[in-house]
């Protein structure tokens, strides 16, 4: 951690640094995984939709529940092998989201979406990337029980990395999409912009899909040039993050802008402008006078415009 | 161009650096893409399969037929908007494989495979970026003509870049899969496997797909120790590179080996070695004593290698 006058320690970047090995050998070893699952120390997250279900006593939240305390709360659709943290197995139980919904009354539990753990904390931080591969992969076989080659219904395998289709035979792997999420920057100053999405005081970096026969760095271009009209030469990878809402990876880079005048495209996002770094300092240390904000610190929006606060232009270096 | 002594100028990374101007606010206006496709002008790629159709006149190949062109070649199955190029509208023509059959017959028409085109140089570099478009775009169409989310058959809308549901409403969009491409460095060697797919003498970068839940820096350290038993610290982002087969997004990177011994896994590669720049520098120039060889220019493992030839631990820093 390197100290920043005004701003602090940095914070770590939410998702990642994962201690799991996905121990991806044993997953197509059905004899391997059953034993994995008996094992006394086994435990997994629950999800269901957009909810994370958890145990809960006073202040103590615990998002762990062993196989059988999983099953306990109600049909489990999916067991997903996630890996060991040391020799313990960890899995993903995925739940029918309409099963989540009465557990909503018991006391013992708590329930909510996984943004909102990673931004206030409900868990500790080491839960955070296994949460978000147990969220990715229970997602993607909720929205991928059918072949998209045939239409026939799928069938979970490999300890939930696949579905086969038992009619074309096809295989089917987990989904994750590449987004591209920047800062244009010129001199002293970038650009921010602000989804209809967004709470009303926040700005955050462009972002956008990487699509099919187009680079890294080309997709920068693009979606900048789209989204806020202006052009971008050089193109600095950052750092990535996976964000599992549903399946993206996201892509962080800064790039050269070109140009000045920035067009919004009103049918991408409501509004953008340039910010130099001394309101960004206010914004990333919560003291900007009209009270506009920053992405927080477990999203890579965050990360990347504190990057361009503390070295400036030398983040294209 | 930089020059490196023996080596020759820098060769450019195949399917990169596009002229074609996407133009995705036409992608959801019918009449702006029916008027595209009237354009006198207007041309595309005809694609089936790992196929490319292609005109043939002596020595002369050009893979650009106009919309009557390509209709007249056999049914259109899908016709993609790919963007504009200059003025002149772009387009993908999705054809079944089956109906590319009868045409290697003719000898007016050139009929191969994307890889082949690109490494034998069949045609301009500045083909190959809207070639991976829409090859990769043609590809996901033949494999998701139905919901994955229900079952039912889904319809081709905006400009080819999207398919909805009419039973269950999903909209879908294409896919592109992030995979790591990655050199493990340690002094003057760095690690190359062979897989069983590759020619005799090739050897290459390890490679695998980025899963839900991980950064790029965690999919490279994991790929390289699942498939080489090097652990690796360090991990830095060189470049990218679109690889329509079927619709990788390649993402290469230089890591930090920590250890020396390899453990291969022969499930996944065939075979793992460490290579010394000096060895490096005859298979990049073609003239190892046993003919051992990296993979083309149009590749980025290619690249990869070179970089760190010319640079050595250098490309860590």
Redesign the interface.
Known sequence: MTEHPGLGPHPELG??A?LID?A??RRDNDAALAKLLQDARAAGYVVGGEMVVMKARDEDVNPLFSPAEAAALGPVRETIFLGLLGDTPRFGFGFDPKAVEPLKARNDLKITDLRTIAVQGLVGTDHL??L??????IG?HA???????????TQVVHGGWRRDCPACR?E???????VVIMLAIRGDHCVLGRSPRFAATMWSALAG??????????AVR?EVL?EAGIKCGRVR?F????W?FP?S?M?GCHAEALSNDIVI?R?EIEDARWFDRAELTQMLGRRHPAGLTTPPPVAIAHHLIRSFVEDGCQVLA
Chains 1, 2 share one sequence.
């Not at 978000?132 to 992969?137: D, F, P, Q, S, V």
């Not at 089917?172 to 590449?178: A, E, L, S, V």
């Open positions: 998702y990642t994962s996905r991806a050998d990337p296994p978000a591969e147990a969220k990715a992969l993607w929205r991928h029980r059918f072949c998209p080659n045939c239409g026939a219904a096809t089917h792997f987990p989904r994750t999409d590449p899909f990487c699509e099919p026969g187009e680079t890294i760095e080309e693009r789209e990878y750092r990535s993050q996976p599992p399946s990876l892509i495209d049918t």
